[in-house]
């Protein structure tokens, strides 16, 4: 039985008449290793030179018998004729880089996807102009494979691996145009079936690194550094810690979006991370009425933030100056979590509290209240945990 014809194999195979593919043969010769396609004409039997291998590819052989399959079941000749060729030829000198492609595709997706943050963006375009167009920027769209996809990805799938993840999601959802515009067949960025065959699990190479956070009973101690709340860093950084929120969601907040009679803090959608089309509700506990009620009304921003991701980077560095930790100011939602579990706080209620989903789709679509009663007394004794070293007094 004939060795089956593989991109792994066909290199070495011996000498002899191999098929590989519906009348495709590959002829080993000596040093001669060449593709020829087979075909009937009245009766007769006829061979078409497709090409030696250091012309042409298994891959690129396979793609010529396929067309001249289907020039045959159509009655056209094998070969093309002077005016085909040129049709085609202009033809593909409308199709677009990949570059000028994705750059155009990237602008829907930003719209179609809604990013709301900017860095969303910025970023797809670093990765790109850093990995993706001096790799395949100039290569026709309609010429991208799997082995262009795996050129990019590979040099820097071990060493940044988070990196090469959001890249390869980019190009999926890129790719995606194109074979929707009919520019390629099969999106050669998928992983599942793909990829997967050529690059090790992400798993196995990714190193997840936490955000850094502080023990209670140093942020108890530390405390002190943030009083007294008299500006508006030490205030934002309060607030932050005594919502567990994220900064992205507490620095951009708007004195229009608290209720002080019911107590509620109501953060909408456009600031939600998990992109859920309904405000996220968070119960005030005493201290943080107490702090909101001595911040200074100068205009619709309570800490006068509008730059989320720039305050975002200062507030660490101003952390890290004024308690000479390397904690983060995402670790204090960990330190929540943490004394959240060792006070046996309902799993369900400690997730609200940090606004992560609980449960898989079947269980979210019955538990759909956001347990904002039960969530009251666990921010307020969070809130009396973090100031149990320090004493309660007016902001």
């Known amino acids: 039985m004939k060795a089956k014809v593989t991109l792994k194999n066909y290199l070495t195979l011996p000498d002899g008449f191999y098929t590989a593919a519906p009348n495709l043969l590959y002829v080993v010769r000596g040093n001669t290793r060449r593709f020829v396609f087979r075909y009937m004409v009245d009766g007769k039997r006829r061979d078409k030179s497709i ?20 020039r045959l079941a159509s009655g056209l000749p094998l070969t093309q004729s002077t005016k085909e060729r040129l049709a085609e030829e202009y033809s593909r000198a409308e199709v677009p880089s990949f570059k000028s492609f994705a750059e155009q595709t990237i602008e829907k997706i930003k719209e ?11 970023n797809t375009v670093q990765y790109f102009n850093s990995y993706v167009y001096p790799v395949i920027g100039n290569k026709r769209i309609d010429e991208i494979k799997r082995a262009d996809v795996v050129a990019v990805l590979e040099p820097i799938w071990s060493a940044k691996n988070q990196t090469a993840l959001k890249i390869r999601t980019r190009l999926e959802s890129i790719l995606a145009y194109a074979v929707n515009e009919g520019y390629l067949e099969f999106n050669c960025a998928l992983w599942k079936g793909n990829l997967d065959q050529y690059l090790p699990p992400p798993s196995k190479v990714r190193t997840v690194k936490h955000h850094i956070s502080m023990p209670l009973e140093e942020l108890q101690e530390k405390l002190k550094c943030f009083l007294p709340a008299n500006n508006r860093t030490r205030q934002l950084i309060l607030f932050t810690i005594l919502t567990a929120c994220r900064v992205g969601e507490t620095a951009g907040a708007k004195w229009s979006e ?22 996220h509700r968070v119960p005030l506990s005493d201290q943080v009425v107490e702090l909101l009620n001595s911040i200074e009304r100068k205009g619709e921003y309570v800490f006068a933030v509008r730059d989320t991701l720039g305050s975002k980077y200062s507030l660490s560095v101003l952390l890290k100056r004024m308690t000479g930790t390397t904690a983060t100011m995402h670790g204090f939602r960990s ?16 997730e609200k509290c940090l606004m992560h989903s609980v449960g898989n789709a079947v269980f979210q679509a019955y538990q759909r209240s956001d347990l904002l009663e039960l969530r009251r007394p666990v921010m307020q004794a969070w809130a009396d945990t973090v100031f149990a070293l320090q004493p309660f007094r007016k902001f």
């Open 51 to 70: 090409g030696p291998v250091s012309k042409v590819d298994l891959t690129q052989a396979k793609s010529t018998a396929k067309e001249f399959l289907g």
């Open 112 to 122: 179609v996807k809604r990013w709301r943050s900017n860095k969303t963006y910025a």
């Open 258 to 279: 608290f209720n002080f009679e019911e107590r509620v803090w109501s953060i909408p959608p456009e600031r939600r991370k998990d992109s859920k089309p309904y405000p």
């Open 335 to 350: 330190t929540f979590r943490d004394w959240a579990a060792e006070n046996e706080i309902n799993d369900s209620v400690a």
